[in-house]
């Protein structure tokens, strides 16, 4: 019997089984997985075969499980919270089977399939950066980081932008174009940005070979810590379905400001860990933090500066978000 299926069961009352081999209970997270009313009809089931855990629920459609060789993913973490089993031993659960990982190099896991994006063509030329766009880049510890393009372009100002493509399986599908300096007025718009629906920024540099996934409301953050960005302080159903099926932990770094308190709380509803790192005053964001510390030190801080606890990070996140 594997220790994740002896964690379940020692948390768990006594369960019916079926003649297949599941065994049936109320499953927990219907509602939270858009269902109007809790399951009362034991439409959940579990399965335990040699050595692996299934778990469907044949009425929302929730799915997890776990093999040997595996680390412990989010939505089996998720259904682990809502059956009552405690952080602690969740936390000891993770450091055990990720040890188990990282001794064993045979294991294979599925590549992660990411959704499938439209591609666009570019709206104007595009050209290699100049001069000017190439300062700015390096000056915030970004120019190495990802392919950027600047434009002759007179719309919209785009012969004084930096443009970033958004990009998924090597196809551009959306782009943002960021004013170099100052804008000269209210009229100017300091970002002009093109995305599909639920684009979640890096996905193409995650791998399942991970324990985290770092998410941040910037791009520069997400090239910074090699993380994902969401593009706004919210994160949507879509986004956060996509950024759980990655099937690493993920770690929400919220800006250090007032806006950055909603990521927070999101990540503490949805069951996702969040990162306070200890940082000076005066730096509000990942890539402030690199560039006066360096990426692979911002990138220990944020690890080092964890919390899974949800109560704990609400009372953290009102004294760091401000």
């Known amino acids: 019997m594997s220790i994740v299926e002896n964690t379940l069961r020692a948390h768990l009352p006594p369960l019916k089984a079926t003649s297949n081999g599941w ?8 509602v939270q ?17 040699q050595d692996k855990v299934g778990y469907h629920c044949f009425n929302c459609g929730y799915t997890t499980g776990w093999r040997p060789g595996q680390r412990l993913g989010i939505k089996l973490i998720k259904l682990m919270r809502t059956f009552g089993i405690d952080e602690g031993d969740i936390q000891r659960l993770k450091i055990q089977l990720w040890d188990q990982v990282v001794e064993d190099d045979t294991v294979v896991q599925e590549p992660y399939k990411k959704p499938e994006w439209p591609e666009i063509t570019w709206p104007w030329t595009v050209r290699d950066l100049n001069l000017e766009a190439a300062e700015y880049l390096d000056s915030r510890g970004v120019l190495e980081l ?9 719309i919209q100002g785009m ?3 930096v443009i970033l493509p958004y990009t998924s399986d090597g196809k551009i599908v959306g782009y943002t174009a960021r004013w170099i300096g100052d804008v000269p007025d209210k009229k100017t718009a300091k970002m002009i940005t093109s995305r599909p629906p639920s684009f979640v920024f890096n996905l193409d540099h995650q791998s399942q070979q991970r324990k985290y996934t770092i998410v941040t409301e910037g791009e520069y953050d997400a090239l ?4 994902v960005a ?6 949507s159903p879509e986004q956060a379905k996509i950024i759980e099926d990655i099937d690493n932990e993920p770690v929400v770094l919220p800006d250090k400001d007032k806006a950055g ?3 927070a709380l999101q990540a503490a509803e949805l069951g996702w860990s969040v990162s306070f790192p200890d940082w000076p005053d005066g730096i ?7 560039r006066q510390f360096g990426r692979v030190a911002v990138l220990q801080s944020v690890i080092l500066a964890i919390e899974s606890s949800p109560l704990k990070i609400k009372l953290l996140a009102r004294r760091w978000c401000v």
């Not at 109007?36 to 034991?42: E, F, L, S, V």
């Not at 990802?146 to 007179?154: F, L, R």
């Not at 509000?284 to 690199?290: E, G, I, P, S, V």
């Open 23 to 30: 065994l049936t209970l109320n499953c927990p997270m219907c």
């Open 33 to 49: 997985n858009g269902q109007a009313r809790p399951d009362t009809k034991h439409r959940g089931g579990l399965r335990f075969d």
């Open 146 to 154: 990802s392919d950027w393009y600047t434009s002759a372009s007179p």
């Open 159 to 161: 012969d004084n932008r």
């Open 224 to 227: 910074t810590l090699d993380g």
């Open 230 to 235: 969401v593009m706004t302080n919210s994160i």
């Open 261 to 263: 308190m909603t990521l």
């Open 284 to 290: 509000k964001d990942a890539n402030d933090a690199a």
